[in-house]
């Protein structure tokens, strides 16, 4: 209920004048909108110590300990986050709502520190950390987006935009500038803008715009980026009369953000807006650039919360098969990947056809993790050849001994 002048009473209880009630009425009000949300803020943070490890293959300990790290952030995550679901249901005294528990459920590591770490004599390497877990959304939390990326590999992005204004094609898109400018901001790491421009006069282009998976995996290998934004943007006049000289332009924009190994779409997105100006094309531009910068906020958003996901549950991992003699063979291998690789979470047998098989990993890691597991260790039974890896893909050769 929003309280005005004309429903406020005369006289507040107990026979106070309105006047002397006011003060406390503001009073109130204040304690309710400043001091309640900072301890609201203060619950969605939690401070935890946690302990991670991983097997040293190949002399690699740098590898190892990047894995242990990543594997003790995982652990300080499940730990924290049960402790925020445990003190919520306390405060709310046997009042939760079940999809406030589901909502609760979902953190990010924003900062750690490294409290121990070493070689063990069974060949691991074994790190303990303190780090601070939140809940939220972490699409404007600097700190917390600089941890995710290191724990994705410091993925690159690439933005490609087609634009034009009123017909006309924009040599250097604004609509592109403008979310990369965003994606600099959240001190992600984009391609070089030479780099764009000679995608863009290629026929990749038109075949990446339409979905061409083998285009995209071109411009990936090309420019070594690992996710792709691609799209289009445009712009035309509203209205010219009646806003003394300004000429008013509506821009839309729409693009999707994609794994550029495999084709699958992380996220997509649309958005317009208006602007005005003396000069309809600059008056485009500006309509283009805020759709833009709105777009840019939305698609952000989605991605680092799909990396984030993928932390916590597993990242899924192409692993395409060739030289697979038989639909028994390939069972058989299916079998040794879930007895020997415990980082995998699940299997999903997309496509036989031949000697070729598509299978879709679940896996606590990325493509370059289950690439490094297939060829260091013995496979019970098979000859297994990595031809090409990438952090959403992996292609082997299998043989049976």
Excluded at 210 to 219: F, H, R, T
């Amino acid at each position: 209920m929003t309280f005005t002048g004309r429903n406020l009473p005369q006289i507040s209880p107990k026979g106070i004048p309105r006047r002397a009630f006011m003060p406390w009425v503001t009073a109130v009000f204040f304690v309710f909108l400043v001091v309640f949300p900072q301890v609201a803020s203060a619950q969605e943070a939690k401070t935890v110590r946690a302990s991670g490890m991983a097997v040293i293959f190949a002399g690699d300990v740098a590898q190892a300990r990047e894995k242990a790290i990543d594997d003790a952030l995982k652990h300080a995550l499940e730990q924290a986050v049960g402790l925020l679901v445990e003190s919520e249901t306390i405060v709310e005294n046997f009042q939760l709502i079940e999809d406030n528990v589901y909502s609760k459920t979902k953190g990010y590591v924003q900062s750690y520190n490294i409290i121990s770490e070493g070689k063990k004599d069974d060949g691991t390497f074994e790190v303990s950390v303190e780090a601070v877990v939140k809940t939220g959304s972490l699409q404007n939390d600097l700190k917390g987006i600089g941890v995710l990326l290191k724990r994705k590999n410091m993925p690159r992005v690439m933005v490609i935009m087609e634009e034009d204004h009123s017909g006309k094609t924009a040599r250097e898109p604004s609509s592109e500038n403008e979310i990369n400018r965003k994606l600099v901001e959240k001190e992600f790491k984009v391609v070089d803008k030479r780099q764009v421009a000679k995608i863009r006069e290629s026929e990749k282009m038109e075949a990446a715009l339409s979905g061409d998976v083998g285009a995209l995996k071109s411009i990936g290998s090309q420019t070594g980026a690992e996710i792709l934004i691609i799209g289009e943007a445009s712009s035309e006049e509203a209205s010219v009369g009646g806003l003394g000289g300004l000429v008013s332009c509506r821009g839309r924009v729409e693009a999707k953000a994609l794994k550029a190994d495999t084709g699958e779409i992380i996220a997509t997105d649309a958005r317009s807006a208006s602007a005005v100006d003396i000069v309809a094309q600059e008056a485009g531009k500006k309509a283009v650039v805020k759709a833009s910068s709105q777009l840019a906020d939305s698609l952000l958003a989605k991605v680092v919360n799909r990396w984030s996901e993928e932390l916590s549950a597993g990242t899924t991992v192409r692993l395409a098969l060739h030289k697979v003699k038989s639909l028994a063979e390939l069972n058989q291998f299916k079998g040794f990947l879930r007895s020997y690789i415990g980082k995998i979470t699940a299997i999903n047998q997309r496509e036989f056809s031949g000697t070729d098989a598509n299978l879709d990993i679940t896996i606590r890691g990325d493509g370059h993790d289950l690439a490094r597991e297939l060829s260091e260790k013995e496979v019970e039974g098979f000859t297994v050849t990595v031809t090409k890896a990438t952090a959403h893909r992996v292609d082997a050769d299998i043989a049976k001994k």
